[in-house]
């Protein structure tokens, strides 16, 4: 819009000659310098808009289109239109509602959780000294691992043969349930996938608090307020943004729960542990049900985004409540 | 709204899985270096399951007598997924499917993407080729069979609890068990995971194949639930767990950590397949003596009762291949080259009824249990024409099971079963 308005003076240079030409020499100049633009703009979002079609619109338009149809995925089989089967069945399956019972419970618990410790770590690392960057490294490293590794090896800590259990059993204690009792196994599931995933979002926090202006703390701190009244006036308002994208990222990640399942409880005891993509990826793709499969995946892809549209609708609201008050 | 973008995609990335089935092409793969004329040469290529015993080299090894003799160069592939079970639909769908596939076995789905072997003179005697018979067609051949019911047992154990035999019916294997853990052994070992469902199955399939010959047929024609079937087993089960001869904690165990905690030698009996006893070769000399027996059978009932048995080294050919000639000779070469047999057999733990007795003394006794089987059957969800009308039984009979581990109770368990083949049915 500013080139409209003002012009610089090369600008005005060039543009005398075709004023002096007559306003048909300037239409016309004026029609392919736009289309040029317009071109140049074009060339230049095109790889993208490409890349964005053809890794996401394309393969959710298929899942979406599959969900509608009895299809074994193979290519001798045409997709027979069966509109709302799939979805129907998907919530009158016992099976396929308690994964999303369990797949819920995941991602609320756990992104309190992943959200509570990353923050309240974040907090004790912000400054920088040999120890906080140590203590960084430590916090990450869980994310750096495989989630399959990360099953595993609490498999083998808190396993009835675990090393937990087995401390326990030299102690003369009796053995705790961790991953043989179905309630027990979903919160130690919980745990654990917290405790893979939370390095991100600590990350998150430690960039989102370089963001706290130093002189608001400072004057706050002047006017007597203390630790707690500094972080509720102070840090938590400018860490605000942060926590909307930590909150909706841990969230999703959370309802995407898969390979932990598989190494840490194969989705049981008793299918007490099956999450909705398990159910997806271990249960309806073997049996070659891919309509079920793809109605339960675009379930899954309606619940991540009611999730993060209800997180920036929160925050908005909140962001026009504190300008009313300011 | 660059999260919310992000988000959206990680999600849809499950969705997306389904489409990659059909976007990359619209034939079925093979190879494209085969000879139309239908004279063995070319390429060929077979996808196999890798494994710590069955690796790349292994392949290259069995199969170089074969390009040596034909000039096929044959090139092994590995699964592009965690299974060939997995990653040959895909393949199948994105057009690129191998001409030979090995491990997995013809069901409805993909019956018409393959080879019938019917008029193939080498097929007949092959192990078990026609118990795997689709309407009396040949889809797929092997080299031996994995034998499922088996009872591995601790005969210190046996010993010092005075047990003086195998128990051949359900009271004195109860009684084994109480005797067991009398004498400070854990009597009977089980494990989390898939090993719990597959467990149960493996000690039932003397019986209940005994007391309902081709059970899944019976389910499939509605003469027989599967609840009912199984409800005699989950009793047995119950009272088990009840009596605390299984452990509860048993449904959140590792299978291999069940497999170390047998090797101690803390353990009295283990359901295993035949396999375990290559674990139990591989794993050096335990510090007691294996035995292993077929599973009891009900009161009346002949024992020992029919092997639950899957055939070992299945080798199918894709309907597509562009070089089938190729393809059919190298399963030929496969499946009846002596070498290539003792090659197989001895690699993975196989066995071949009539086949010459392992010089291992637990490879030996299984031989023998093999060789004593009045037949062999067919085992959870079934083959050829004894199927079930249901697929992914395993995973679902295997919750079931770990439900009596968590308090349901067998007749629960029984329902359940019923609900969940009248739902898939």
């Known amino acids: ?43 230049m979002v095109a790889p993208a808009l490409v890349l964005y079609v053809g890794l996401l619109v394309v393969p959710v338009g298929y899942a979406v289109y599959y969900s509608f149809t009895d299809y074994n995925g193979f290519p001798q089989q045409i997709p027979e239109f069966i509109g709302w089967e799939n979805y129907q069945r998907v919530f009158q399956s016992a099976d396929i509602t308690d994964s999303m019972v369990v797949t819920g419970t995941i991602a609320l618990v756990g992104a309190i959780l992943v959200n509570a410790a990353a923050l309240g770590l974040a907090l004790l690392l912000q400054r920088t000294g040999g120890f906080t960057t140590f ?34 059993e030299k102690a003369g204690r009796s053995s705790m349930p961790f991953l043989s009792d179905p309630t027990w196994a979903l919160w130690t599931l919980i745990f654990v996938i917290s405790w893979s995933l939370f390095g991100v979002q600590l990350v998150l926090y430690l960039a989102g608090l370089q963001t706290v202006p130093a002189d608001l703390v400072e004057a706050a701190r002047i006017d007597g307020a203390g630790r707690w009244q500094t972080f509720r006036a102070v840090t938590w308002p400018a860490l605000a943004p942060t926590f909307s994208v930590a909150l909706i990222t841990s969230g999703i990640s959370l309802l995407k729960t898969y390979d932990v399942v598989v190494s840490l409880t194969g989705g049981g005891p008793a299918g007490s542990t099956q999450t909705l ?8 793709f073997p049996g070659r049900q891919i309509g079920l499969a793809s109605a339960e995946a675009v379930v899954l892809i309606i619940a991540a985004a009611i999730l993060a549209f209800t997180v920036l609708a929160l925050r908005r609201r909140a962001e026009e409540g504190a300008e009313s008050i300011g | 709204m660059s999260a919310l973008r992000w988000g959206r995609g990680r999600a849809a990335l499950a969705a997306g899985a389904v489409s990659l089935l059909t976007l990359a092409g619209c034939g079925n793969g093979g190879s494209s270096g085969g000879n139309a004329d ?4 070319g390429e060929v290529r077979m996808l196999v399951n890798l494994t ?27 699964p592009t997924g965690s299974s060939v079970a997995e990653s040959f639909p895909q393949q199948l769908a994105a057009g690129t499917a191998p001409d030979v596939i090995q491990s997995i076995f013809p069901d409805d789905d993909t019956l018409p993407q393959l080879v019938d072997l019917s008029d193939l003179p080498w097929t007949e005697g092959t192990p078990m080729v026609d118990d795997y018979a689709i309407d009396g067609s040949r889809y797929v051949v092997g080299v031996g069979s994995q034998t499922q019911s088996l009872v591995f047992y601790n005969k210190t154990a046996f010993e010092e609890a005075g047990i003086a035999e195998p128990p051949a019916t359900w009271a004195e294997f109860t009684e084994a068990l109480g005797l067991l853990d009398e004498a400070g052994y854990t009597p009977l070992q089980t494990a989390g995971q898939f090993q719990t469902g597959l467990q149960l199955q493996q000690l039932y399939h003397p019986t209940l194949n005994t007391a309902h010959p081709r059970w899944q047929t019976s389910v499939a024609d509605e003469e027989l639930s599967a609840g009912e079937a199984y409800l005699p087993m989950f009793q047995h089960y119950a009272d088990w767990l009840e009596a605390g001869y299984i452990a509860q904690d048993d449904v959140g165990l590792d299978p291999a950590a069940a497999d170390g905690a047998f090797l101690e ?17 591989s794993g050096g000399e335990p510090p007691f003596e294996v035995g292993v027996f077929s599973p009891p059978v009900d009161e009346g009932q002949e024992y020992p009762g029919p092997q639950g048995a899957t055939m070992a080294y299945p080798y199918m050919i894709n309907a597509a291949s562009g070089n089938i000639s190729s393809a059919q000779a190298l399963v030929e070469y496969l499946v009846t080259d002596e070498t290539a047999i003792q090659s197989q057999l001895t690699a993975d733990g196989v066995f071949r009824q009539g086949a010459e007795t392992a010089d291992d003394p637990v490879l030996a006794q299984v031989q023998a249990i093999l060789d004593e089987a009045p037949g062999l059957v067919a085992v959870g969800e079934g083959f050829g024409d004894t199927r079930l009308p249901v697929t992914g039984f395993n995973p679902k009979f295997t919750e079931i099971v770990q439900g009596l581990y968590t308090g349901q109770s067998p007749q629960e368990a029984a329902d359940a079963l019923d609900d969940w083949v009248s739902e898939n049915r």
Do not use: C
């Not at chain 1, 993509?277 to 309806?284: E, K, P």
């Open chain 2, 52 to 78: 710590p015993n069955l690796d790349q080299s292994y392949w290259e090894e069995l199969v170089a007598p074969f390009e040596e003799a034909t000039g096929v160069s044959v090139e092994i592939e590995a």
């Open chain 2, 38 to 41: 239908g004279e063995v040469g």
């Open chain 1, 135 to 168: 203590g960084r490294v430590v916090m990450f490293y869980p994310h750096v691992l495989s989630a399959l590794v990360v099953g595993f090896l609490w498999q083998a800590i808190l396993g009835p043969q675990g090393v937990v259990n087995t401390m326990l």
């Open chain 1, 277 to 284: 993509a398990y159910s997806i990826l271990a249960v309806s």
């Open chain 1, 1 to 43: 819009m500013a080139r409209t308005l003002t012009k610089t003076v090369p600008e005005r240079a060039a543009a005398a000659p075709a004023e002096a030409a007559g306003p048909a020499a300037r239409r016309g100049r004026r029609g392919w310098r736009g289309w040029r633009d317009a071109g140049a703009r074009l060339t």
């Open chain 2, 265 to 281: 030698g803390t353990v009295g009996l283990y359901p295993q397949g035949s396999w375990f006893a290559t674990t139990l070769k």
